[in-house]
């Protein structure tokens, strides 16, 4: 934000306050001047001459002047400028002088010199007549400035004056950084309310009494706010005989100071209250306004409009518009439309002052590509106090500067609730918050200036906060609002009380994490990190049904890119993606893990916050399979000290191989999957390598795992071993066998290993054989061979139970 120092003085009076403390003052209360810019910082020794004398010199195009600077004396200069003549007065560089030098266009700035006496073809020289180039001033900053010749001064100007302050070179800018709570401060106004507060000197508000006529803006037009949820404030004035002129000098120099060009009396009008106020306005030319209305609306999904620029938009409900009866002539808070600009043969004008809502503003200036003054006013923040201020200091200058007669009513449609918001606390409370005890006059006395109006009986204390102040909403922002006034330098040092202080460290969680984590890089993983956003396209790649958990997905409002417009129920596909792009790069295997969250919706649309559920996902590519996985994941729950043992189940995902997968299954909930990923998905994905990944419910068996490891002692007594071939159909799986020889044995039975399956002639048709190795064992004593023996046949009459028998 930039702030003439000589447009702030007419606010608060800093005549009497030095650059550095205002500066110093300023950053004591959160206010960082990023830079401070001196014009005509390198001018120094340039005064008001007048031309008395002017004769050409011959066969040159040079003039052989007599110059008066008042006090300086009268000097011979020689000069090339082909304006110069008797009479003219304009800026002078004497001897020892430091201007611009420029290149030939009297413009580009090459450096700073030094003037020094010299000779021009012979003729001594002592000094330079000047343009406005060289010495730093532009069109903009004095009318003429731009000529390829000298300036020419006005001749009020006292011959010998210093030139700066007649010329704008004496100005002192601040470019002051604003923190995003305080969008009050975005303005001069603003500004000087801090500079005020601060050095405790009274505020000069801008005027904003004016004239009326006899007409009424209600008689010539209708507002009607069809979207009040994106403008809770609209006020519309008309004004009649409007005289469209240049802008007074004063105004002109104030809006270049900041870096806006003047255009014409009312538009500069809009520019400076934007700029003073903070309100940004529009201006409609009232003869373009079809069936005398306004009506604020969302736009429909396909709409036009042509800005002032000459760019067409196509809109969509998304974006707020202003409009006639039949068609769209603004972009609310972005830019008006070309179809009712202000013309040289405008007469009648309606101007707007509105509050926008910010989200809708930035959404729409993004979607479209267009920014503005106005809308990056608005995306920070405007309020209704300022759209009715901002109205009213637009009016009184068009009253003042004579360009037109204001209407003797305007049109405020508000929805927003007037009434001051107010704080009840207790002096004690603030100065708990600032551990330190500041008198409670005194929290008064800064509260008062920062325009609270403050209310303290003994220790209770009531504060209406100023309309203008969203930020303030309870005693913790009195606390900053006094100890950034009152001074940070009053913090004293002291020990912490009344608050125990803990040993750090991580707790269970985090330490159950980083030995996941630890195990899978032990095992040759690398650990991935993706966005929690991805595609619709990404859950059509994984031929997910539309009616399942997965693909219920909460869209992103405003997404940075059809990529990442929703959030991700499942983590495989991000991860799937990146080992795409290692196979795409010739990285030909490797080993990946993600542990993440996900975002499952209790309903659609959102009514709450969707519930997050922690995921570990794992990926393996290159020379692996299916035992590859299912070994790791079954030391990883080994290495976490899991007592629980899951299910394997046949696995029925769509994504994952019909016969190279499984499902994890804990009692009757699935707590994971692993496997090969379908060809057909790999396909779609461009993978023509097999991939086996998995997704583990992290969250859930988190909550299961052991607070302390345990320690099995070995066994002191000899084992006894049993193999068994046992014949079943194809379809029985190898989890459901263990299942069943677990539940027919006892505590006996310490170990079970698959080591063989075989498929062949010798079997009945749809019979396979698979064996395993029985290790049973007791800690106190040696078995018998007949308690083995008998254990071994209970478990063969178990599964002779479920057509399962002994090959």
Known sequence: MKLPLYWLNDYVDVSDVSVSELQEKLFSCGFEVEEVIENGKDISGVVVGEVLTCEAIPETHLHLCSVDCGKHGVFQICCGADNVKVGIKAPVALVGATVYATAKDHVTIEGVMTIKAGKLRGYDSFGMLCAGGEIGVTEEMYKGASYDGLLILDNAC????????????????????????????????????????????????????????????????????????????????????????????????????????????????????????????????????EGNKLVIRRANNGEKITTLDDKEFVLTDNNLLICDENKPQCIAGIMGGKSSSISDETKEIVFESAMFKRDSIRRTSRALGKRSDSSSRFEKGTDAYIAMLGMQRALSLIDSLGAGTISSSFIDVNNVDLTPKKIVTKVSKINKVLGINVPSEIICDILSRLEFKVDINGDDLVAEIPPYRDDVED???????????????????????????????????????????????????????????????????????????EYRFIKILNPLGEDLSVMRTTVLPSLVKVIANNLNKKNLSGRLFEFAKTYNPKALPLTQLPVENEVLAIGMFGDEDFFTIKGVVEGLFEVLGATFKFDVKKCVRPFMHPTRSAELVLGNRSIGYIGELNPKTSEKLGIDKRVYVGEIQYGVIAKMLNKKTLFTPFAKFPSVERDLALVMDKSVTNGETLRLIKKYSDKTLTNIELFDIYEGNQLPEGKKSMAYHLTFSLLDRSLTLEEVDGLVAKILAGLSSSSITLR
């Not at 305080?182 to 000069?204: F, Q």
């Not at 004063?250 to 003047?262: F, T």
């Open 475 to 549: 005693y913790p922002d009195l606390s900053e609002e006094v100890i950034r006034m009152y001074g940070y330098d009053h913090i004293e040092d002291t020990l912490l009380k009344d608050a125990s202080i803990t040993v750090g460290g991580l707790n269970k969680q985090q330490k159950d994490l980083n030995k996941a984590k630890n195990y899978l890089v032990s095992q040759g993983f690398s650990e991935a990190i993706t966005y929690s956003f991805v595609s619709e396209k990404d859950f059509d790649n994984f031929s997910l049904n539309k009616d399942s958990e």
């Open 158 to 289: 006292e011959n010998g004056a210093d030139i700066k302050p007649i010329v704008g070179l004496d100005e002192v800018i601040f470019d002051i950084g604003v923190t995003a709570n305080r969008p009050d401060c975005h303005s001069i106004l603003g500004l000087a309310r801090e500079v005020a507060a601060v050095l405790n000197k009274p505020l000069k508000m801008p005027n904003i009494a004016y004239n009326t006529g006899s007409v009424a803006t209600s008689d010539k037009l209708s507002v009607s706010v069809v979207a009040p949820d994106l403008c809770p404030r609209y006020v519309a004035s008309y004004v009649y005989d409007v005289k469209l002129s240049e802008s007074p000098k004063w105004m002109q120099k104030r809006l270049n100071s900041v870096g806006i060009r003047a255009i014409n009396n009312i538009v500069d009008i809009t520019n400076f209250v934007l700029t003073e106020i903070g309100q940004p306005m529009h201006s409609f030319d009232y003869s373009y306004l």
